[in-house]
T-cell receptor, first 112, second 113 residues
Framework: DVKVTQSSRYLVKRTGEKVFLECVQDMDHENMFWYRQDPGLGLRLIYFSYDVKMKEKGDIPEGYSVSREKKERFSLILESASTNQTSMYLC???????????FGPGTRLTVT | QKEVEQDPGPLSVPEGAIVSLNCTYSNSAFQYFMWYRQYSRKGPELLMYTYSSGNKEDGRFTAQVDKSSKYISLFIRDSQPSDSATYLCAMSGGVYGNNRLAFGKGNQVVVIP
């Protein structure tokens, strides 16, 4: 079974803090994705990566950056957290040319 | 018009009923269609995956794709309380290349014992 893990289930941060969300997958998948999920808005893609050190902007990259130094690990960084970044953050991965994405359990981030 | 439309519900049904969910889409290049199930406070899990038009059955679940109408459906037979979740449709292909998916907003289903 594909296993995608995220570093925290719940996180509370203050406005202006730098926040790191980590995602690790154990299936040697090439592709990794970061989404945020908000009521009424559904899943929105923030960034994705096809390979180590490669990254592509998704639909809502503003206020976020990413890092992929190793194939199995994809980090999402909030440079200066703001209250409108309070959300559920979901990481996903998929193999090569496959469209089947496998999700982690999510991190519920609250910025106060 | 959004690329993928999905009525958010919620949809409440009695145990044992058939649940019918659907999504419509506008991008005729979509070729791969998926349904994800998401329990409360969990990540989505892949439930069904279909390619192009037709039906696919897996136990109590049936996925249908009608490309001519740009319409996909998920049916759950003999629904159980454990089926209570949010169901998201997703699709890919065409300009949504590079393994990106277009998601519906999700449809919340509650199965009442």
């Amino acid at each position: 079974d594909v296993k995608v893990t995220q570093s925290s289930r719940y996180l509370v941060k203050r406005t202006g803090e730098k926040v790191f969300l980590e995602c690790v997958q154990d299936m040697d998948h090439e592709n990794m994705f970061w989404y945020r999920q908000d009521p009424g808005l559904g899943l929105r893609l923030i960034y994705f990566s096809y390979d180590v050190k490669m990254k592509e902007k998704g639909d809502i990259p503003e206020g976020y950056s990413v890092s992929r130094e190793k194939k199995e690990r994809f980090s999402l960084i909030l440079e200066s957290a703001s209250t409108n970044q309070t959300s559920m953050y979901l990481c996903a991965s998929s193999a090569g040319t496959s469209d089947e994405q496998y999700f982690g359990p999510g991190t519920r981030l609250t910025v106060t | 018009q959004k690329e993928v439309e999905q009525d958010p519900g919620p949809l409440s049904v009695p145990e044992g009923a058939i649940v019918s969910l659907n999504c419509t889409y506008s991008n005729s290049a979509f070729q791969y269609f998926m349904w994800y199930r998401q329990y409360s406070r969990k990540g989505p899990e892949l439930l069904m995956y279909t390619y192009s038009s037709g039906n696919k059955e897996d136990g109590r679940f049936t996925a249908q794709v009608d490309k001519s109408s740009k319409y996909i459906s998920l049916f759950i037979r003999d629904s159980q309380p454990s089926d209570s979740a949010t169901y998201l449709c997703a699709m890919s292909g065409g300009v949504y290349g590079n393994n990106r998916l277009a998601f519906g907003k999700g449809n919340q289903v509650v199965v009442i014992p």
